[in-house]
């Protein structure tokens, strides 16, 4: 049995249509602990 290759999370600052971060998300979000982002300022911006 092989496994699927597992894909590394993309940061959740994007808008559709209108901004994508396309860096790879590295840091959880304290609260909730679901998303990811690349750095604060995209958190912040999100």
């Known amino acids: ?3 699927p290759p597992v894909l590394p999370p ?4 994007w808008t559709p249509g209108i901004s994508v971060c396309s860096k790879q998300g590295t ?3 304290a609260n909730c602990k679901l998303v ?6 995209c ?3 999100h």
Do not use: E, G, P, R
Request: charged share 20%; net charge neutral; proline share 0%.
């Open 36 to 41: 990811v982002y690349c750095d604060v300022d």
């Open 27 to 29: 840091k959880s979000c």
């Open 10 to 13: 993309s940061c959740s600052n």
């Open 1 to 3: 049995m092989t496994l």
């Open 43 to 45: 958190q912040k911006a």
